[in-house]
């Protein structure tokens, strides 16, 4: 094909590509237009035709896209690469070949499929046959003369538009914005949880050690001891008593102290007085569970039977680390402090026993042990006493009686017969004339041996002379005395008198009481007494006379002359 058969053709592809036949303005996109202005021309109208095709509804046919029924958006974008491949090649026939590499540069940017797609598309675009959907025909634009400076709808500019390249970038770049923001907050949570499963994992290795340190580390010991006694004082505060245990030498923590504070706020809030014990290999909670405990009873006490008040405190002045607080009493002040604000005295009410204490403790716990036991056997003899005890109009009578019987006598055969006498006596209104009576009214500086001139003198306590108990008890009884005393033999003895082995003659007359006190006392006989005078009656004692004591002797009325009737 020659030079001008290719430059004719391309003219009748532009003629139909364009759907314009006007000769002037295709001598005017021939002659009047540089090569380079010409590429431009083409790819501006390439634009327009797209621009026209994308505002009307397109009908696919077989032959191209027609204005008619729509049809479906991918299907008018294939429309529409066919109609730019055929004008670029009608624009590659007539131009250079700069010119063709601007038309197809511009076409590219046109087109919404890449490079490679473009090329694609120039192969496979021959032989298809595009008509142009072109708007309603205008009378006015389309009959002016291609000379008269008006510009028919072909040469007319289109709208600007964001080309679709552009647009498409524009929508990625949103896309990677929104992509890098979502990344960002995806970063930040991320980071986030693993800071917080750096502090648990952080706090739960803190919590294992801390339990390790306070519940199974055994604490510092001082060398090679295996215990140390710390003493706590009254007055001893938990801050004090912990420096005392440091100053021991066990080591402990101040944090362990806070955290056993916290777990068992009671521990170190209610503390005793006395001695702890910490053995080696003892841990902080082992140390504070000590301390919640009783202290260590290291130390003892022994309250003899029927021992007076004032010997009494004597024993607990020599007390072993026993703290004297009783001592610094007034009298009054010591009863109310032990519920015995109601009584005299406190004779009778500190019940023989053997008592533990802890070293550190004061005397006055010890009187409270032995108040409380002696108020609770009391409480128990008088709700059980025997009809025979009708002589008596209260416990505390009751008390007195046993501190009597519990001088006279302490062999357990004896104990009710005793007992009986003093009823008798007490029902017939006769004076006990019982020397134990006498001896504590002279109080605690009598010593030797009790004389007529004691037995005359006149005390609240010298029962010869008055005929009732005395005001107080006169001694500590035992649990045995005080049974006695509140269940006495059914009997009619009178008077009784010491043999001398630790056990009593019993008789129901003066004149055979005193024969038996000559018997006994003054010719010194161990053969049996024989009453004489009166039929003595079989005592009935009852089931409580089995009550166990210690074996003692006593001096019974000694001279005839000294009774009163």
């Known amino acids: 094909m020659t030079a001008e058969h290719r430059s004719k053709h391309g003219k009748q592809k532009r ?37 026209a095709v994308e505002k009307q509804p397109h009908v696919l046919h077989s032959d191209g896209v027609k204005p008619g029924r729509s049809c479906e958006p991918s299907e008018a974008v294939d429309a529409q690469r066919a109609d730019i491949a055929v004008q670029t090649d009608a624009v590659k026939t007539d131009v250079p070949e700069a010119a ?7 076409a590219a940017a046109a087109s919404p499929l890449g490079s490679d797609e473009s090329k694609a598309l120039d192969g496979s675009a021959e032989g298809v046959k595009v008509i142009e959907a072109k708007p309603a025909a205008d009378p006015v634009l389309d009959a002016a003369p291609a000379d008269s400076g008006v510009p028919t709808l072909t040469d007319r500019a289109a709208p600007e538009e964001m080309p679709l390249s552009d647009e498409r970038g524009a929508r990625e770049t949103a896309e990677k914005a929104e992509k890098r923001s979502g990344s960002g907050v995806a970063r930040f949570f ?4 693993l800071l917080i499963l750096f502090c648990a994992l952080l706090a739960a290795a803190g919590a294992g050690w801390l339990y390790w340190d306070v519940f199974k580390r055994p604490l510092d010991f001082p060398g ?10 009254e007055g001893d505060s938990a801050r ?56 260590l009873i290291d130390q003892r006490i022994r309250i003899p039977d029927g021992a007076p008040v004032w010997e009494i405190e004597r024993i607990l002045a020599g007390g072993v680390n026993l703290k004297q607080d009783a001592a610094a009493l007034a009298p009054e002040e010591l009863r109310k402090r032990l519920g015995l604000e109601d009584y005299p005295s406190l004779e009778g009410f500190i019940a023989p026993e053997t008592y533990r204490y802890g070293s550190g403790s004061s005397d006055l716990s010890v009187l409270r042990m032995a ?8 409480a128990a003899a008088w709700e059980k006493r ?47 004339q019982t020397d134990p009576t006498v001896i504590y009214g002279l109080g605690p500086d009598w010593r030797g041996r009790l004389t007529k001139r004691d037995l005359q003198k006149e005390t609240p306590y010298n029962t010869y002379k008055i005929r009732a108990l005395p005001p107080t008890p006169i001694s500590s009884p035992t649990p045995a005395s005080i049974e006695a005393a509140a269940n006495p033999a059914d009997t009619d003895f009178l008077y009784f008198v010491a043999r001398g082995d630790g056990t009593s003659e019993f008789t129901t007359n003066l004149r055979d009481h005193n024969r038996a006190v000559r018997h006994y006392l003054i010719d010194k006989k ?24 210690s074996a003692r002797s006593g001096v019974r009325e000694a001279d005839q002359s000294s009774e009163r009737h």
């Open 15 to 51: 003629r139909h590509a364009h759907g314009n036949s006007d000769p002037q303005a295709a001598a005017r996109f021939e002659g009047a237009m540089p090569e380079d202005g010409r590429a431009a021309e083409s790819a501006k109208k390439a634009e327009l035709s797209r621009a």
């Open 100 to 106: 063709t590499e601007t038309l197809s540069a511009a």
């Open 190 to 193: 991320k980071r986030l949880f």
């Open 224 to 233: 090679t001891a295996d215990t140390v006694d710390v003493m706590i004082e």
């Open 240 to 295: 004090r008593v912990i420096d005392k245990i440091r100053g021991a030498g066990i080591r402990v923590a101040d944090h362990q102290v806070r955290v056993l504070s916290r777990l068992q706020p009671e521990a170190l809030s209610r503390l005793h007085i006395g001695l702890y014990r910490f053995k080696r290999g003892i841990t902080a909670e082992g140390l504070v569970e000590t301390l919640k405990g009783d202290p």
């Open 371 to 378: 108040v409380d036991r002696q108020k609770r056997l009391l």
């Open 386 to 432: 025997s009809p025979l005890a009708s002589a008596l109009k209260s416990p505390y009578e009751l008390l007195i009686l046993a501190s009597i019987i519990e001088k006279e006598t302490g062999e357990k055969s004896d104990r009710h017969l005793v007992s009986s006498v003093f009823h008798n006596r007490l029902k017939r209104g006769m004076p006990l």
């Open 526 to 549: 161990s053969t049996p007494f024989k009453p004489r005078y009166a039929k003595e009656r079989r005592p009935v004692v009852g089931k409580s006379s089995s009550g166990s004591a």
